[in-house]
C-alpha cells in the first residue's frame, strides 16, 4: 500500500464502526453528553423534569392528567422566567416522548401564549389525520428545545 494512502483511521469517524454493536456504549453516552453540553451552553443549572406515560392521551381515560401536566408545566415555565437572575431559572425538560411528556412540552413551550391559542392548536392536531398530526408534533417536539432555550436567554 503506498504511503499516501496509508492513513490513520480514527474509530469515532469511523460511521460503520460507530453504527456497530461494539460502539453501543458510545452512541449511549453521547445521548447524556449532549444534552448536558446544551446545558451547559445555555448556562442552564437547575431543571424540573416530566416523566410518564407516553401512552396516556388528552382525551383519553386519565387525560386529566395529561391537562394537568400540560398546566403545571406552563405555570413553572411563566414562573421562572419572571425570576430576575438569568442563572437562576428552572426549564422545563422531558424524555420527549408522548403522553406526559408531550404534554409538559407543550406546557412549557406555549407559556409565552394564551392557553385558548394551545387549546386551538390541540384542536387543530386533532382534526388531521394521524400521520399528518404525528409528523406535526414530532416537528413541534422536535423545534420547541431549540425555541424554548431561545426564549429564556
Request: charged share 20%; hydrophobic share 45%.
Amino acid at each position: 500500500m503506498p504511503a499516501q494512502e496509508h492513513k490513520l483511521r480514527v474509530a469515532y469517524l469511523d460511521e460503520m464502526f460507530i453504527g456497530s454493536d461494539a460502539a453501543r456504549p458510545l452512541r449511549i453516552l453521547a445521548e447524556y453528553l449532549e444534552p448536558l453540553d446544551a446545558f451547559r451552553r445555555e448556562q442552564i443549572k437547575d431543571t424540573i423534569v416530566f416523566f410518564g406515560s407516553a401512552r396516556l392521551r388528552e382525551n383519553g381515560p386519565l387525560g386529566r392528567y395529561y391537562q394537568e401536566a400540560r398546566s403545571l408545566a406552563r405555570l413553572i415555565t411563566e414562573w421562572s422566567m419572571s425570576l430576575s437572575s438569568a442563572t437562576g431559572r428552572f426549564v422545563v425538560c422531558s424524555g420527549g416522548g408522548g403522553g406526559i411528556m408531550e404534554a409538559a412540552n407543550l406546557g412549557a413551550y406555549f407559556s409565552n401564549y394564551l392557553t385558548s391559542d394551545l387549546d386551538a392548536a390541540l384542536a387543530l392536531l386533532a382534526k388531521m389525520p394521524k400521520t399528518e398530526a404525528v409528523a406535526a408534533v414530532m416537528m413541534c417536539l422536535l423545534t420547541m428545545p431549540s425555541c424554548y432555550l431561545q426564549t429564556q436567554s
